[in-house]
């Protein structure tokens, strides 16, 4: 498997189409679906999608494989192309803020109790608190409980440390129950 | 939180992980057709070898340097050789053209008299040789003729063609027309002769008047405006004897 992971990233140092189309093959549909989680338009998704990939044939020289796998790789130029979309989007999104809300207050159980006991009713609640998340956020979350990535693969994704990306989960899980509190008070 | 605790936080947080399934499950799917889009946009920035085949390229090579040396050689026959012929022309001396008798570049102006003696011919116009214009200087020689009604036969217009038999560059050419007037000029370097045609509308006829000197010569065009006016008063006075 390594040996053909070398060779397929041997054939896109060398631009080989073959080897483009192969990589497209096995990662595309993960990338799309990782983009198609932080950029809301459909038609934006694919033009995100299609400048991942422009980048990742293009910069593939820089490639390490020492720090990380190519689909971690590719998955760090796809978290970035996205958010810098979503950044430049001309209408603002406004999200939540975790300035004003006090995370430190909860309790494990509260979350335990929310997060861990199956119920409809809090999944939905908890989809709908998904939404008021920021991009950097849901796709952080996304990552960790969707992808199954480590939080050092996260780390290198999204250019940070470990223990900064495991203090963002904590604080992340924190506040989507106070976003779930406020959408149950306004209900 | 350390990452291990986080890691069982991930096991355990089996609500949060179900809505984060069930969102992603509601965004949209990637399009069958999408990858080979991206592929077609790789393929136009990407710069491929050149699947052209060696001898295509020596083939262009050869067509190019073909086509550069025609166009040299057109270059060299449509601009270079006529501009060549005429700074030989302007630095050589008029003669060439009337060089000898036997050079097929040699335009005898005798023949536009010629020309002149038939055209009076068939319209029955007589020659004049009036005493006064016939002989006004050694070796000059003055005729005339008064072609009745221009509408009938065009003088100026016959005189006009003659003018372009002749080269433009031939010795003495001079040409100058207006409506009812022409006048035409040309120099026998081999005989050492001078000609000169004038034709005028006078009222409805026309004069055609010629001039044959020695190119030495000083021509006085006293001898033409005399008969001019001369002609100009028998036109009046036909008006008159008319009205």
């Known amino acids: 498997m390594e040996k053909d992971i070398d060779k397929l990233i041997q054939g896109l140092c060398q631009q080989d189409g073959q080897a483009q189309r192969c990589v497209l093959q096995l990662y595309g549909e993960m990338i799309f679906g990782q983009i198609a989680r932080i950029v809301a338009c459909y038609e934006d998704v694919e033009e995100v999608y299609q400048d991942v990939f422009v980048k990742v044939f293009r910069n593939i020289r820089s490639y390490d494989s020492s720090q990380a796998s190519l689909a971690t790789w590719m998955s760090r130029i796809a978290y970035h192309e996205s958010?810098?979309?979503?950044?430049?989007?001309?209408?603002?999104?406004?999200?939540?803020?975790?300035?004003?809300?006090?995370?430190?207050?909860?309790?494990?159980?509260?979350?335990?109790?929310?997060?861990?006991?199956?119920?409809?009713?809090?999944?939905?609640?908890?989809?709908?608190?998904?939404?008021?998340?920021?991009?950097?956020?849901?796709?952080?979350?996304?990552?960790?409980?969707?992808?199954?990535?480590?939080?050092?693969?996260?780390?290198?994704?999204?250019?940070?440390?470990?223990?900064?990306?495991?203090?963002?989960?904590s604080r992340t899980r924190r506040k989507l129950y106070r976003i779930i509190q406020s959408l149950d008070y306004e209900r | 939180m350390n990452d291990k605790e986080l890691y069982n936080t991930r096991l355990h947080d089996i609500n949060l992980r179900e809505a984060i399934v069930r969102r992603a499950q509601k965004r949209p799917q990637m399009p069958a057709n999408l990858n080979e889009r991206l592929m077609e946009r790789v393929e136009m920035r990407t710069p491929r070898p050149s699947i052209v085949p060696h001898w295509v390229w020596l083939a262009m090579a050869a067509c190019m340097v073909v086509a550069f040396f025609l166009g040299f050689t057109l270059f060299d026959c449509i601009i270079l050789q006529p501009s060549l012929q005429a700074s030989r022309q302007?630095?050589?001396?008029?003669?060439?053209?009337?060089?000898?008798?036997?050079?097929?570049?040699?335009?005898?102006?005798?023949?536009?008299?010629?020309?002149?003696?038939?055209?009076?011919?068939?319209?029955?116009?007589?020659?004049?040789?009036?005493?006064?214009?016939?002989?006004?200087?050694?070796?000059?020689?003055?005729?005339?003729?008064?072609?009745?009604?221009?509408?009938?036969?065009?003088?100026?217009?016959?005189?006009?063609?003659?003018?372009?038999?002749?080269?433009?560059?031939?010795?003495?050419?001079?040409?100058?027309?207006?409506?009812?007037?022409?006048?035409?000029?040309?120099?026998?370097?081999?005989?050492?002769?001078?000609?000169?045609?004038?034709?005028?509308?006078?009222?409805?006829?026309?004069?055609?008047?010629?001039?044959?000197?020695?190119?030495?010569?000083?021509?006085?065009?006293?001898?033409?405006?005399?008969?001019?006016?001369?002609?100009?008063?028998?036109?009046?006075?036909?008006?008159?004897?008319?009205?």
């Open chain 2, 90 to 243: 302007s630095s050589e001396p008029p003669k060439t053209i009337y060089a000898s008798v036997t050079d097929t570049t040699y335009q005898d102006p005798a023949l536009v008299d010629e020309y002149i003696a038939k055209l009076a011919a068939q319209y029955e116009v007589v020659q004049e040789l009036p005493d006064s214009i016939a002989i006004t200087d050694a070796g000059v020689v003055s005729f005339a003729y008064m072609f009745p009604d221009y509408k009938e036969v065009d003088v100026l217009d016959h005189m006009q063609q003659v003018a372009c038999w002749y080269s433009n560059s031939a010795p003495g050419y001079l040409l100058h027309m207006t409506n009812d007037r022409l006048l035409f000029e040309l120099q026998d370097e081999m005989k050492g002769r001078r000609y000169l045609w004038i034709v005028e509308e006078i009222g409805p006829n026309t004069l055609l008047y010629g001039i044959n000197s020695p190119q030495t010569a000083t021509i006085s065009y006293a001898c033409y405006t005399n008969y001019r006016e001369k002609c100009i008063f028998i036109d009046n006075k036909s008006k008159f004897c008319n009205f």
């Open chain 1, 83 to 169: 958010l810098n979309f979503v950044r430049h989007q001309r209408e603002p999104i406004v999200y939540v803020d975790d300035r004003d809300i006090d995370l430190e207050s909860i309790q494990d159980e509260e979350l335990a109790q929310v997060f861990q006991q199956q119920d409809e009713q809090t999944i939905l609640m908890i989809e709908m608190a998904l939404e008021h998340l920021p991009p950097y956020e849901l796709a952080l979350i996304t990552m960790f409980y969707f992808d199954d990535m480590s939080i050092k693969d996260i780390a290198y994704t999204t250019d940070s440390t470990p223990s900064t990306v495991a203090s963002r989960l």
